[in-house]
């Protein structure tokens, strides 16, 4: 059967849905770019960057457009690739996001050990130095994207969960505020903007009726209420954010991630995650909420 092409649309319409995909070899382009297709994109793999803008200009294009991009792209180079985006950002009827894929190095090496794929920068040396090579090579390009998702600890399910809950239905500039909570113990999330350690909060842990709770349930948040610190820390917290969350907007950030931290990704964290997802909610913007290290605080 023959593949439905997106729809068309005029120069003058609404604007562009635009997404450039790079990142570490191995971290799940490919992946990442099958579903974008599944929620209606219109996909080019390893496009050649000077080729971009001339494809931007046909007239018979979709309004949503992932682009993957990598070293193995024709004429990839990290600053050719931030000079493309940054161009694509100056025309106001494109909304461009450039979007980072991370992960550990030892998951790295894994994944290519287990499919016996080459890494593109390891022809003549180790996997693990390539990965170094490549990763060092990428720095600027993660340092200014505008949205990192590390694939360390992601299925294809939570990676999909992910990509829809971002850009199923992106239609226009408004940025999104990514919250999650993670333990400690298993390392501060590499896509973080801002972290926020809350350690400090009474832990619901050492109370034997509420260990096996979580940050979810209702008597966690009651117990957590009633640390004296509690109050004056979430408001304090909010007041602080109120007025970078709209700085950070007009800089032309579209996604903006809060990671929560405690010990163990149980309890304080969840509870503060959601506590403060609610208050962004009611403002009015739009919010994601995840808990990366709670099913497996679970098992444990």
């Not at 926020?196 to 619901?204: G, K, S």
Request: charged share 30%.
């Amino acid at each position: 059967m023959a593949k439905k092409k997106p729809p068309a649309r005029k120069a003058e319409e609404a604007e562009t849905n635009i997404v450039l995909v790079t990142g570490l070899s191995g971290a799940g382009r490919t992946s990442c770019l099958k579903i974008f297709e599944d929620i209606g994109f219109e996909v080019f793999d390893s496009f050649p960057l000077s080729q971009i803008e001339t494809l931007l200009k046909e007239p018979a294009m979709s309004d949503s457009i992932a682009f993957g991009l990598d070293t193995r792209t024709r004429g990839f180079a990290p600053e050719r690739l931030l000079e493309t985006w940054q161009t694509l950002r100056k025309n106001k009827k494109l909304n461009v996001t450039l979007l980072f894929l991370d992960c550990d190095h030892q998951v790295l090496q894994q994944r290519f050990a287990d499919t016996r794929r080459r890494h593109p920068l390891a022809k003549d040396r180790s996997v693990r130095d390539g990965i170094k090579q490549e990763d060092a090579m990428l720095f600027p390009v993660r340092a200014q994207a505008d949205m990192a998702i590390d694939t360390t600890n992601l299925s294809t399910h939570d990676l999909r969960h992910v990509l829809e809950s971002q850009f199923k239905h992106i239609r226009a500039r408004t940025m999104t505020i990514n919250i999650m909570s993670f333990a400690y113990r298993y390392g501060v999330p590499r896509e973080a903007d801002w972290v926020v350690d809350v350690r400090f909060l009474t832990n619901p842990h050492w109370e034997p009726k509420l260990r096996p709770k979580t940050g979810l349930d209702k008597p966690i948040g009651d117990y957590i209420k009633k640390d004296k610190l509690w109050k004056p820390f979430i408001t304090n917290l909010q007041k602080t954010l109120e007025p970078l969350i709209p700085a950070y907007q007009r800089e032309g950030k579209n996604y903006f991630t809060i990671a929560v931290g405690c010990t163990g990704g149980k309890h304080r964290s969840v509870f503060t995650s959601q506590t403060l997802a609610g208050w962004v909610k009611k403002a009015g913007r739009q919010v994601l909420v995840r808990h990366r290290d709670l099913e497996r605080a679970l098992k444990r």
